[in-house]
């Protein structure tokens, strides 16, 4: 049980153009989403958390006009870098939880490598 | 600020031998504890989770918690050298949603 999944697993875009990732949960109802960034040999860093049915939480320093981030469903949260530069080429992770609630464990998907050319 | 802090390492062990991950964080009201391990190139993935003092068992792996020290631990039995991995310590305050991660630890077991 909680398995979450991403797609693509990897994406290569031109300078200005936008890409769309997909995070669900497949076997469970995540209320909480998060999105997470790592950069080579950095730890995580959390860009946004997003409740279904509202506006995401944005961390400081995150522009939320660039990360746009929709979690319309239970099961499905999209992220979207908007008019993407080389500098915004990462590791983008994003995990699941159920109510967000003390003891609710974070479960990762396997995370979407971008690289903006 | 809440911070989580690891020592980076390497921690290097031999096979067999015990590694001893630890961890400690600012903020008393942290209530949710986790262990994940990354692999490089991968995302996280859970270990282990722990909300209340002392040790919580998991075949090889054994993860202590001491609230009043501020402190918590994994321990790694049997090592192998496919633990070879950083492992990320994570804190959940009361209140909040989010996770507040350390900068991992990274292990090297040597066959």
């Known amino acids: 049980g909680a398995v979450v999944s991403q797609h693509p697993s990897r994406v290569i875009c031109k300078s200005g153009t936008s890409v769309k990732i997909e995070c669900r949960s497949l076997d469970f109802q995540a209320t909480t989403m998060f999105w997470y960034r790592q950069f080579p040999k950095q730890s995580l860093m959390l860009m946004a958390t997003?409740?279904?049915?509202?506006?995401?939480?944005?961390e400081q320093g995150v522009e939320k006009d660039k990360f746009l981030i929709n979690h319309a469903s239970l099961t499905l949260s999209t992220l979207t870098v908007t008019s993407a530069h080389p500098e915004d080429s990462s590791f983008y992770i994003c995990?699941?939880?159920?109510?967000?609630?003390?003891?609710?464990?974070?479960?990762f998907g396997p995370g979407t490598r971008l690289t903006v050319l | 600020q809440k911070e989580v802090e690891q020592n980076s390492g390497p921690l290097s062990v031999p096979e067999g031998a015990i590694a001893s991950l630890n961890c400690t964080y600012s903020?008393?009201?942290?209530?949710?504890f986790f262990w994940y391990r990354q692999y490089s190139g991968k995302s996280p993935e859970l270990i282990m989770s722990?909300?209340?003092?002392g040790d919580k068992e998991d075949g090889r792996f054994t993860a202590q918690l001491n609230k009043a020290s501020q402190y918590v631990s994994l321990l790694i039995r049997d090592s192998q050298p496919s633990d070879s991995a950083t492992y990320l310590c994570?804190?959940?305050?009361?209140?909040?949603?989010?996770?507040?991660f350390g900068t991992g630890t990274r292990l090297l077991v040597s066959p």
């Open positions: 994570a804190v959940k305050s009361s209140g909040f949603q989010k996770l507040v």
């Open positions: 997003s409740n279904e049915g509202s506006k995401a939480t944005y």
């Open positions: 903020d008393r009201g942290s209530q949710s």
């Open positions: 722990i909300y209340s003092n």
């Open positions: 995990s699941a939880t159920t109510s967000g609630g003390a003891t609710d464990t974070q479960y």
